[in-house]
Every structure is written in structure tokens, then in C-alpha cells.
């Protein structure tokens, strides 16, 4: 798996540095702070599957010794990775411009993105080449869209929760586990898919 993240990292070097400034276009823009840690956590991994189509990578990884279980396992794993990191920036970059944050504005950013992806990724074995940059640009427009027009009633309900005497962090737990457990099932379809895919 250190493998394919140093891959991603040395194709993306050219991308990575618009990286803070595109999350900075959403901090001041006044996003919703659950916004901003999805539409970072979006970043890396969409960036890595549209190189990815253009220079037809399935080929050349499918030629190398590894499995497509690994080759599949490591799209979700790194995703996984490139979005702790994003929550470290992300919340970094909010602290530092005294933007308020809590817990619960990661666990639903961060659980919307999973959401985002397992949905997109299977999509992507299953539309042809030169499909997946289009699914990337509308599944990004969609998102925004989407979140922003939830962000207030997130908010509202983040806000009951916390004022209710429902336990948060049994909501927040059982948020998370639901999420990966829909995240891992996208991973088995994908991975059906691909195992029978021809390159």
C-alpha cells in the first residue's frame, strides 16, 4: 500500500500545492465548517482517479504483482488515509483562522465523504473510460450543491442533538460504524467488479 501512496503523492505533487488554497476558498467564504472538511476530504482521491483515466493506469497496475483485491483495497484504504489527513489540515487551517469546529462538523463531513465515495467508486469500474472525469465533475457539483442547501438544517439538528438528552456519542458512534459499514460494502462491489474486468 506505501507503494501506491507514494504514487499518488508524486502524480499529484503539481495539484497538491492548490490543495490549501481551495480549502481557504471555503473558509472564507463562510462555508459550514462540515463542508469544508467534505469538500477537502474530496480532493486528493478524485484528483488520483482522474490522472488516473488519463494516462490508463488499470493497465500498467494490472501488469504489476499485485492482486486486484490489493489494487481495489488500496483505493479505499488510501482514500481512508488522504482523509485523516485532510481532517489534520483542514482543522489546522480552521484553528488557526479562529473558524469554530467541533467533533460532530468532522464526523459529518468526513461521513458524507464516505458516503460520496462509496457510491462514485463502484461507478467508476462500471462506466467506461473517459466517463470518470465527468462522474468526478458532477458528483463535486451535486456534493456542494447538496450541502449546502443541508448545511442549515444540519446545523438545527446538530443543535437539537446536543440541547437533547440523547447520549452524542452513541449517535456519533453509531453515525461512523453505519458509514463504514456502507463504505465497506461499496468496496466488495467494486472490488466484484473489477475482478472480472478486462485491460
Known amino acids: 500500500m506505501l507503494y501506491f501512496l507514494k504514487r499518488d503523492l508524486i502524480l499529484q505533487k503539481k ?82 483562522f479562529d473558524k469554530p469546529f467541533t467533533v460532530y462538523d468532522i464526523g459529518i463531513g468526513v461521513s458524507f465523504f464516505l458516503l460520496i465515495a462509496s457510491f462514485t467508486y463502484p461507478l467508476f469500474q462500471i462506466f467506461k473510460q473517459g466517463n470518470i472525469t465527468t462522474i468526478i465533475i458532477v458528483a463535486f457539483v451535486l456534493s456542494i450543491g447538496l450541502l449546502s442547501t443541508l448545511s442549515e438544517y444540519l446545523d438545527d439538528f446538530s443543535n437539537a442533538i446536543a440541547n437533547s438528552a440523547i447520549d452524542q456519542s452513541l449517535l456519533f458512534t453509531v453515525l461512523i460504524l453505519s458509514v463504514l459499514i456502507i463504505y465497506f460494502i461499496s468496496w466488495f462491489i467494486t472490488y466484484s467488479i473489477y475482478r472480472t474486468k478486462d485491460f
Open 15 to 96: 495539484l497538491l500545492w492548490l490543495y490549501v488554497p481551495f480549502i481557504l476558498i471555503f473558509v472564507f467564504t463562510w462555508s459550514s465548517p462540515f463542508l469544508i472538511f467534505t469538500v477537502a476530504a474530496l480532493y486528493i482521491p478524485y484528483n488520483a482517479l482522474a490522472y488516473d483515466e488519463q494516462v490508463n493506469s488499470d493497465k500498467l497496475l494490472n501488469s504489476l504483482p499485485y492482486t486486484r483485491l490489493e489494487i481495489t483495497l488500496y483505493r479505499y484504504l488510501g482514500t481512508l488515509v488522504y482523509t485523516a489527513v485532510s481532517i489534520l489540515l483542514v482543522s489546522m487551517i480552521l484553528m488557526l
